[in-house]
């Protein structure tokens, strides 16, 4: 079967740096996206990765390992508005979007 | 990226009525729509997808005659939920998918629904 896992919940310190990982498991692969999702508002684009290795933007970072099934957001200089959930999806053969549970992120001052 | 809006926002209704949700596309031609839904603390989940002029392809465990969804023109999908019970209460999201072939989709803000 098809399956994202991702951590429920990180907590982090504002200005500090976590990361967030994502194993993969789909019916071939088509690349892996990164959303951000604010409490009850709807997903938003972060991040794109369909080459192995490091995508950077900004303080946002997004890494890519096809062989190993595992990709990772990386947030840095952390600020409160960071505070949401961040969705992992991985595309299919079909292009149809698989999706994680989301990964909480609390911020502390 | 498109943009993507929705009506309404938010809904109240009386457990029996029917509650109709609009996603349109405001600056791109879609043909296929994505309808979800997410329950608190959960992950989206895929009800259907809506084709312009055609029949919607519904996700295993998704009742089409619950869930009317109508694709009438390029730019706005319906979602119809019949008979609202307490249970279908949730966030419903739309989204459509970029011009560019990565899968990547573009989201709507969100209608939640309040069944009483």
């Known amino acids: 079967g098809q399956n994202i896992d991702q951590p429920t919940e990180m907590t982090a310190t504002e200005g500090a740096i976590v990361q967030i990982n994502c194993t993969y498991q789909t019916s071939g692969f088509n690349g892996l996206f990164w959303y951000q999702q604010h409490a009850g508002e709807a997903p938003t684009f972060l991040s794109y990765n369909v080459l192995d290795g490091l995508e950077e933007k900004g303080r946002f970072s997004s890494f890519l390992s096809r062989s190993k099934g595992y990709s990772y957001l990386l947030l840095k200089e952390l600020q409160m508005k960071d505070s949401a959930s961040y969705l992992c999806a991985a595309t299919d053969s079909n292009y149809q979007l698989i999706w994680g549970a989301g990964t909480k992120l609390i911020i502390k001052p | 990226g498109a943009v993507v809006s929705q009506h309404p926002s938010r809904v109240i209704c009386k457990s029996g009525t029917s509650v109709k949700i609009e996603c349109r596309s405001l600056?791109?031609?879609?043909?296929?729509m994505f309808w979800y839904r997410q329950f608190p603390k959960q992950s989206l989940m895929l009800m259907a997808t809506?084709?312009?002029?055609?029949?919607?392809?519904?996700e295993q465990g998704v009742e089409k005659d619950k869930f009317l969804i109508n694709h009438a023109s390029l730019t706005l999908s319906t979602l119809t939920v019949t008979s609202a019970h307490p249970e279908d209460s949730s966030f419903y999201i739309c989204s459509v998918p970029g011009e560019n072939d990565r899968g990547e989709q573009f989201f709507g803000p969100g209608t939640r629904l309040t069944v009483l």
């Open positions: 809506s084709n312009e002029g055609s029949k919607a392809t519904y």
């Open positions: 600056d791109f031609q879609a043909t296929t």
